[in-house]
Structures are given as structure tokens and as C-alpha cells.
């Protein structure tokens, strides 16, 4: 199936209905979004694999603050400054 869809000015697009019907589409469905440089693929995921995946970059994101000497304290400073 092809379609073409146009993207709105807050960057949404709709999925055509026979193709969420099709693949079993709901809302609030979860997906993974890859790119290149002339293409974008959404993948859908379970909620599970979602907190998975979130947990595991929470993981890797720790360990990466923790190697570079960043703190919790930092990151709360940092959040205060962009915010005022």
C-alpha cells in the first residue's frame, strides 16, 4: 500500500485508516522512530519494550553522568538555569 500523507504544522501526520486497521493500530499505540538521511521508519513496540528501552537509556545515561563527574546536584542546577 502506498499513501500520501501531509505532515501539519505541528509536525503530526495521519496514518490512513485502512492501514491502522489493517496492522491493528490503536491509539495511544507506542513506536520507535528511526532515520537516515531520506527516511523515516516507525516501528511499533509494546508498552513493555517501551519501559524497557527507557530504563536501559536511563541506564546508559547514568553511567555516562557518572564516568564525566556529573552529578544529581548538577543536573538540578542545570534544569533550575534553563528554566529562569
Do not use: C, W, Y
Request: charge should be positive; proline fraction near 1%; hydrophobic fraction near 40%.
Amino acid at each position: 500500500m502506498i499513501e500520501i500523507v501531509t505532515m501539519s504544522s505541528k509536525g503530526q501526520f495521519v496514518i490512513p485508516k485502512e492501514l491502522r486497521e489493517e496492522m491493528g493500530l490503536e491509539r495511544q499505540d507506542k513506536f520507535v522512530i528511526v532515520h537516515d538521511k531520506d527516511n523515516i521508519l516507525l516501528k511499533k513496540i509494546s508498552k513493555e519494550e517501551a519501559n524497557k528501552a527507557m530504563l536501559n537509556l536511563m541506564d546508559k545515561t547514568s553511567d555516562k553522568f557518572r564516568k564525566a563527574g556529573i552529578t544529581k546536584r548538577d543536573v538540578v542546577e542545570e534544569i533550575r538555569k534553563a528554566r529562569a
